[in-house]
C-alpha cells in the first residue's frame, strides 16, 4: 500500500499522531515507551503501523527499528547498518568526555540488566557514574557544569532523563532501554581495549622514566 493511501486513510488525530512521532524520531532519534505517556502514545502509534515511517524515512536513507521487549522505536540511517547484521541508531559524533560518560550509563544499566533487575524505572546515583569513571580511568572528576551539560545531551536523545540538581546528594540518574541501542557492544569492547592500553601505555613510561633516571644516577 502506497503511502498516499495510507496517509488518506488516516484520521485527523492519526495523522497529528504521525507528525508528532516522525518529529520526535528526527530530533531525538528514539521513542521510549515508559518515559511518559506522550511517549506511550507515540510508541504504540509507531508499534501498529511501521510501515508508513518505513515508507516515509525511506526517502531520507533512514528507517525505523521497533523493539517490543523493551518497548523502544529507534530511527536509524540505513547506511548504518553494520555487515555484521547489528542495529545501530543513528549516530552523533561524541567527544571523547561525553563518550565516556556514555560508555559508563551503558554499562551501568547493564549491569543492572545483568543482576537480574527487573524494575520498570532502573536508576543510578551520581556517586554510581563517578565509581564508573574512575574505573576507565577518569582520574580528575568532571566539574558540575561539564557533567551537566553531557547528561543534558543524553536527555535530549531520550537515553536518559536526571531527577533532581546535579550536586546535589540526591541527585539520579534514570536510565532508559534505549541506551541499549546507544552504543554497539563492538564499539564498546574497543573503548575498553584503548583504555585498558591507555593506562598500561601511562604506567610503561613511568617505568622507563625511572628506569632512566636510576641510570643517569649510577652513571
Avoid: H
Amino acid at each position: 500500500m502506497s503511502i498516499d493511501t495510507l496517509w488518506n486513510d488516516f484520521t485527523s488525530s492519526e495523522k497529528d499522531l504521525f507528525q508528532r512521532s516522525c518529529r520526535k524520531l528526527l530530533k531525538q532519534t528514539f521513542i521510549v515507551r515508559d518515559k511518559d505517556e506522550e511517549n506511550r502514545k507515540l510508541y504504540f502509534f509507531a508499534a501498529k503501523r511501521p510501515e508508513i515511517f518505513t515508507q516515509y524515512f525511506s526517502f531520507i536513507g533512514f528507517d525505523i527499528v521497533i523493539d517490543r521487549e523493551n518497548g523502544v522505536v529507534m530511527l536509524r540511517n540505513c547506511a548504518d547498518f553494520g555487515e555484521n547484521g547489528k542495529i545501530q541508531a543513528n549516530r552523533l559524533a561524541l567527544k571523547k568526555a561525553e563518550s565516556m560518560v556514555l560508555c559508563c550509563l551503558w554499562t551501568l544499566y547493564a549491569d543492572r540488566l545483568r543482576s537480574g533487575s527487573l524494575a520498570q524505572t532502573i536508576m543510578v546515583s551520581m556517586t554510581d557514574l563517578r565509581f564508573a569513571l574512575e574505573k576507565f580511568g577518569l582520574k580528575e572528576p568532571l566539574d558540575k557544569t561539564a557533567m551537566s551539560n553531557i547528561l543534558n545531551l543524553f536527555s535530549r536523545y531520550s537515553l536518559i532523563d536526571v531527577n533532581g540538581k546535579i550536586g546535589d546528594p540526591d541527585c539520579m540518574i534514570r536510565l532508559y532501554a534505549s541506551l541499549q541501542f546507544a552504543l554497539d557492544s563492538e564499539e564498546f569492547k574497543k573503548f575498553v581495549e584503548a583504555t585498558e592500553k591507555r593506562m598500561l601505555t601511562k604506567n610503561g613510561e613511568r617505568e622507563e622514566d625511572t628506569e632512566e633516571e636510576n641510570w643517569d644516577d649510577a652513571e
